[in-house]
Structures are given as structure tokens and as C-alpha cells.
């Protein structure tokens, strides 16, 4: 009986701390360790993991799609490779300016914070009209804009069939 009591009482530090109460009322462990900032941390942990997931599941295929199009296109542009950017155009976009040159000019001096952007948001796709259209955030040294990329899907993929800027709200 003797050995078994001394075997369990070996080991008792592996069992679960009890919990109590210290000296203010807090529940706290053996070693007087608040319990209550632990739990408050595991329940905000919880919230900012839960809004991140639902973040990130909202965004559908196709909406994932239509961003990184849109992204390689600003990427594009900002290395200054027409070709890349012309190709994310649509068919009509290109025939109306028929190579990457002329569409690349136009870009330039038609959407001046579109052709070197910064930084750029992605904020609500929206649909007008049975059309999809992508609002942007873009911040640039010539300012900040919504620009609102109007897509067409096209043999399975996206293109760009249009853009228009309006002014950013603040800015």
C-alpha cells in the first residue's frame, strides 16, 4: 500500500492542476496563475481565426479568377511588358486597338494611376446588367481611384472587357 501511495504521489504532477480561487476572487491554478486572461485569449484567438476563415471561404472560384487576372494585368503594367498586359484585354479590346502598343499608349494616357499603380484592393464584385464588374482600389503617384474592371468569361477564362476609374471616397 505503501509503494502504490508513493508511485501515485510521484506522479501527481502530471494530473490537471485543480483550479481555485486567489486572494481577489480570480480563478487561478496551484501556482496562483489567472485562468481568466487564458480563457479570454483562447475566446479572441477563436474570433480572429473564425473571421479569417470566413474571409477566405466567401471568395469563390470565380471571384479568385477574375482577381488574378486582373492582378497579373497591374503586375504586368508595371513592369512594362505589353504583351502580358494586352493579352488579359478581351478580343474586342484588342481589336479596337489592334496590338499591345497602341493599347499600352492608351492605357497610359487614358488611366495614368491604372498603368503604374502602387498598391491595389480588391473590393466587392459586383453584377450590372448581367455583366461582372471587379471594383478596384488602386493608389498610385497620380492618386488614388476605384477603378471598375468589367470581365468576360471567355472558353473557360476570364478577360478584361473594359475598365472606367471614379474618384475614391477621401481621396
Known sequence: MTV???ALRATQKSWPIPLGRNR???RSNQ???STD???RAQVFSTIVLLALTSTVLA????????????ARQLDAMQRGDEMAAFAFASPAIQSTFGDAANFMRMVERGYPQVYRSRRHDFLKLDTFNDRLIQRVLIDSD???VVARYEMVEIDGGWRIDGCTIEQAEGA
Do not use: C, D, Y
Request: charge should be positive.
Open 31 to 33: 501556482n496562483g496563475k
Open 24 to 26: 481577489r476572487g480570480v
Open 37 to 39: 486572461m487564458w480563457k
Open 4 to 6: 502504490l501511495f508513493h
Open 142 to 144: 497620380a492618386g488614388t
Open 59 to 70: 471568395q469563390s472560384p470565380r471571384e479568385t479568377a477574375i482577381r488574378e487576372v486582373i
